[in-house]
């Protein structure tokens, strides 16, 4: 079935690091894929979302590209802050699922001053 | 923000007790999502619904039912609480389902005792 695997946590990184969190998919047919983030004590937001092949989705500094040669939709950002500090979620809305998501396991984003 | 309140947001109950979660929108979407979630596990869906009174089961239906009578409320019961059922519970809701964004509420911890 259908799956979303991101890399493990947590990351921990100083301001104004790069930040790259990996995450690939399995699916049949054409997903849409998102980023989502929960800040801590809260429920997720979205971040950021493709619906097609070599879309960007980008929103607050960060980027994803939809790669589907690669199955791949990373997420990156230029320079994080200490309010970047959250769990980041990879999911995957199937094309015939009636819109679930289906959810990685979530990376925890640690910054430091 | 999207108008999603859960209710209870606590709750600690025993085990065998039965439980009901109540998601209340003021959005008018059409789709309802209920989702646990676990570490390690990222967010799972439980249920959802596409209309009044309209349900289908995700990936860890076992153990939950839900209702939707009206638009704006959707219920989860546990019908006999187990201690594996101990949890974050989310809502979420969207307009058209397919690829669509969710928005989630503030989730509900559940500890089974």
Not at chain 1, 4 to 29: D, H, K, R
Not at chain 1, 30 to 56: H, I
Request: proline share 4%.
């Amino acid at each position: 079935g259908d799956s979303v695997t991101q890399m493990e946590g947590p990351v921990t990184l100083s301001e104004e690091a790069f930040l790259t969190i990996n995450c690939t998919y399995t699916a049949t047919g054409y997903p849409s894929l998102f980023w989502y983030v929960q800040y801590p004590g809260e429920g997720l937001q979205l971040l950021l979302k493709a619906t097609k092949a070599d879309d960007k989705g980008s929103n607050k500094g960060f980027e994803a590209t939809y790669r589907k040669e690669t199955t791949s939709f990373h997420l990156e950002k230029g320079s994080v802050q200490v309010s970047d500090s959250a769990v980041y979620f990879c999911a995957l809305s199937a094309y015939n699922q009636g819109g679930k998501l289906i959810f990685g396991q979530g990376t925890e984003l640690s910054v430091k001053p | 923000d999207a108008g999603i309140t859960q209710s209870p947001r606590h709750k600690v109950t025993e085990t065998g007790t039965p439980v009901t979660l109540r998601c209340h929108q003021t959005e008018n979407h059409r789709y309802m999502y209920w989702y646990r979630q676990d570490p390690g596990h990222g967010l799972r869906l439980i249920h959802y619904s596409y209309g009044v009174k309209d349900t289908d089961k995700g990936e860890v239906s076992d153990g939950y039912s839900v209702s939707r009578s009206k638009t704006e409320d959707f219920l989860l019961t546990l019908e006999s609480a187990t201690s594996s059922q101990t949890s974050v519970y989310f809502c979420a809701i969207s307009q058209k389902g397919l690829a669509e964004t969710q928005y989630f509420g503030p989730g509900t911890r559940l500890l089974v005792l």
